[in-house]
């Protein structure tokens, strides 16, 4: 069965910390792994896009990366800021265009 | 350029009843789909539909349905309210259909009671 799963589940860490969330998938076969942020209130918002050929791909403080061969993917955030505050949302699409979604990470950054 | 906007943003209704949410696409975008959020189980694929057409569909009962229309704009309407279908409701367009990011509105919170 295709999954995705993300952790940890949630995440509290100090302003200008670093940290990284993890997601590991078993879909079959794989096109691509984006990353989402989801601030409350809000719909997701697309961070980054991950190919197979991709091992590592950077968005101002945000870096994900890729290791197809054992199907993990994380994403690192640095020097935290408040606004990071969200949830991250791991979506693996398989060839047919179908998405699998992970649960998320809750990330809560405190001052 | 406009986002995805989804309509009403908050609704209350009862057991039993049907309810319908409207979302408009982000202009030039033909694929739209539908997504319910709830904090146990993240988000969950209820349907997809390019040109009108539904292209996928997730593992929801009939109650759940949907149409697109020429404009792309997209409704989705839930009958025989449940208690279990409280939610934030999600609607997303994209540009075609393959490899292009998912665009989400902000939702609309149905709350059943």
């Known amino acids: 069965k295709n999954q995705v799963e993300q952790s940890p589940q949630s995440l509290i860490i100090l302003e200008g910390k670093n940290c990284t969330l993890q997601c590991n998938y078993t879909v079959s076969p794989f096109s691509n792994l984006r990353w989402y942020k989801q601030d409350t209130g809000r719909g997701p918002v697309s961070l980054t896009i991950m190919t197979f050929s991709e091992n590592t791909k950077s968005n101002r403080r945000y870096t994900a990366t890729l290791d197809a061969d054992t199907k993990q993917s994380s994403l690192h955030i640095t020097a935290s800021q408040l606004s990071d505050s969200a949830s991250y949302i791991c979506v693996v699409s398989e060839n047919t265009d179908k998405l699998i979604f992970g649960t998320g990470t809750r990330l809560q950054v405190f001052p | 350029k406009a986002g995805v906007t989804q309509t009403p943003r908050y609704l209350i209704k009862t057991r039993g009843q049907q309810v319908t949410l409207s979302c408009s696409p982000i202009?030039?975008?033909?694929?739209v789909s539908w997504y319910q959020q709830t904090p146990g189980q993240g988000l969950q694929f209820l349907f997809e539909y390019f040109s009108e057409t539904q292209r996928n569909k997730g593992n929801f009962p009939g109650r759940f349905s949907g149409r697109q229309f020429s404009n792309s704009r997209s409704e989705m309407n839930v009958s025989t309210l449940e208690l279990g279908d409280s939610a934030l409701y999600l609607c997303?367009?994209?540009?075609?259909?393959?490899?292009?990011?998912?665009?989400f509105g902000n939702g609309t919170r149905l709350t059943v009671t």
């Open positions: 202009s030039g975008h033909r694929s």
């Open positions: 997303a367009s994209r540009k075609r259909q393959e490899d292009s990011p998912l665009h």
